[in-house]
């Protein structure tokens, strides 16, 4: 691995920061690598401060693997861990018999769906 590819690599990485890190993570590293590469121009050898930086963060880390072995890394971002409970959510718009296997659907909330062929008293369960 030469010296310019690494550089090469943090210069890269800059502007995709946001779409790997969240926005306080993104600028602080954005900041450490600015700071690194203003190093490197005056000659220091920061290619080791580099590595260790974008290797604290599992998707900077997978950018840097893909781009230093010549992929693409562009696609790679950070997930998401959205608040509340994962289980699936029964739709509202589709109700059923309870007496039978009859199922029906409405195309939009507010209309009363039409009642089960064979019990026509039996109000109908949503979801």
Not at 88 to 93: A, D, I
């Amino acid at each position: 691995m030469t010296q310019s590819k690494i550089l090469l690599a943090a210069q890269e990485i800059r502007p995709h920061l946001a779409s790997l890190l969240d926005p306080e993570t993104a600028q602080t590293v954005d900041r450490q690598l600015q700071t690194l590469l203003t190093q490197a121009e005056s000659g220091q050898a920061v290619e080791i401060q580099i590595t260790e930086l974008l290797r604290n963060h599992t998707t900077t880390r997978e950018w840097m693997r893909r781009y230093l072995k010549g992929e693409d890394p562009v696609g790679i971002t950070r997930s998401f861990n959205l608040p509340g409970n994962p289980a699936p959510v029964t739709n509202p718009l589709i109700y059923r018999c309870p007496k039978c296997d009859y199922i029906t659907d409405i195309p939009f909330v507010g209309i009363t769906p039409d009642p089960c062929p064979d019990h026509p008293t039996v109000a109908l369960i949503s979801g």
